[in-house]
């Protein structure tokens, strides 16, 4: 409304239809020389700030519709960043569940044998996601070398001896806390001390529970498709290994915690009815619904902030925002590991390595920067705090004027 041009010229049609959709089919053999047949997906959403980028994720649960939307969120938390990358987002209804490495390389060289004609480092950047790390951006890489005969920066997620980036395992968990952080620190409090529920056992659930620990924090819960458990001393030292040890396993069982560490596993369950002053979902979308969130407001939940991608339902978002606590939506809060991912190229394009303080210096001033911008926009469009309204907002603008800069294309 404050903005007409966006009206006039169609900008919300324009933006919720994507540039380009890639749908493709991805044959390979299993290890018993069975022919097996997936769906390949690329979504090209939106280019108007660089070349679009987002993750591959493999799972069984992937269709078009849930490309087109992660693909949609990437866009806005891309552009959160500051940095010149657009949104993107692809993956795979190959379920990695209980592949062997041989099915996994095969699957991988298959899908990127389609893959490599439409993407490349000034193209198209894809990187992990669920059920994609180092192993397959590996063999992805590996073959996207072979046929295009270079060696490039077009895949983020990489080894740190072939182009990776020192901390990208760690950027989105890590992230994630900084932001927390931030949040915290404008009510005068910080993570120490604080109990901490946290949701998935992956890739973002590992980095946060490190830095929660880092910062004198007790995460107390983890979570998988099976359930959740409850760790009361905190998930710490060589069990934060551990979740690393659960993901090679490859069942996708948090129960295996629970039986080597001996504590609590609740079958089926999620972790929100547990007593906490943080909570971190840090799983999938759609894992925090109303109920929860009246449980976990109920037992004086301080702070939740999206980990994982839209996580929370909307009634859960609403209530959140309702009781006036903090609330991070994903796109701000988990704007980490894409960040890091864009200091990748940046360092793949300059042919050159930077350090580990360099990088999480630049991770911890880009999450300060998007918790001040969308605390900034939030308050200038009436609802300070509500840091919904000020990712939105902040990344649409932005967004939004880079369309019209860039004319009817
Ligand atoms: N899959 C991550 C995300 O949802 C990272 C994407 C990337 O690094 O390109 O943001």
């Not at 303080?357 to 630049?362: A, L, N, P, Q, V």
Request: glycine share 12%; charged share 20%.
């Amino acid at each position: 409304d404050r903005n007409p041009v966006y009206k006039k010229l169609k900008i919300l049609e324009r933006i919720t239809t994507p540039e380009r959709v890639v749908i493709f089919r991805v044959p390979w053999k299993d290890d018993h020389g069975e022919v097996q047949t997936n769906i390949g997906y690329r979504v090209g959403f939106n280019s108007s700030l660089g070349p679009y980028k987002g993750g591959l994720r493999f799972h069984s649960s992937v269709n078009l519709s849930i490309m087109k939307c992660l693909a949609f969120e990437q866009i806005f938390k891309n552009a959160l960043t500051g940095l010149p990358i657009g949104g993107g987002k692809g993956g795979s209804d190959f379920d990695p569940r209980g592949k062997t490495d041989l099915e996994i390389m095969s699957f991988c060289q298959s899908f990127m044998t389609e893959l490599y004609r439409h993407i490349g480092p000034e193209t198209d950047i894809p990187a992990g996601d669920i059920g994609v790390s180092t192993r397959e951006i590996g063999y992805l890489f590996g073959q996207y070398k072979r046929i295009t005969n270079t060696f490039n920066g077009v895949i983020t997620g990489k080894g740190l001896s072939w182009g990776g980036s020192f901390l990208r395992p760690e950027a989105t968990g890590y992230g994630l806390v900084y932001f927390v952080e931030e949040m915290l620190g404008t009510i005068k409090d910080g993570v120490a001390d604080k109990i901490v529920a946290v949701s998935g056992f992956g890739n973002v659930a590992w980095g946060a529970v490190k830095k929660v620990n880092e910062l004198g924090g007790k995460v107390v819960t983890l979570s998988g498709p099976d359930g959740f458990i409850y760790d009361p001393e905190g998930v710490t030292g060589e069990k934060i290994d551990y979740m690393l040890t659960m993901r090679i396993n490859g069942h996708d069982l948090v129960q295996e915690y629970a039986d080597k560490f001996k504590v609590a596993f609740y079958p089926n369950s999620r972790p929100w009815g547990v007593k906490c002053d943080i909570a971190l979902p840090c799983a999938t979308q759609g894992e925090l619904l109303e109920e929860d969130a009246l449980s976990l407001l109920k037992n004086n939940v301080k702070c939740v902030a999206e980990g994982a991608n839209i996580p929370c339902s909307n009634e859960a978002v609403k209530l959140f925002i309702k009781s006036n606590i903090l609330f991070a939506p994903g796109k701000a809060a988990n704007a980490g590991g894409v960040a890091c991912s864009a200091l990748e190229m940046g360092q793949n394009a300059g042919r050159t390595h930077w350090s580990k303080m360099e990088i999480d210096s630049r991770l911890k001033s880009t999450m300060s920067n998007i918790h001040q911008l969308c605390s900034d926009i939030a308050a200038a469009y009436n609802a300070p705090g509500n840091y919904v309204v000020g990712a939105n907002i902040a990344a649409f603008i932005k967004v939004a004027d880079a369309m019209i800069d860039q004319g009817l294309v």
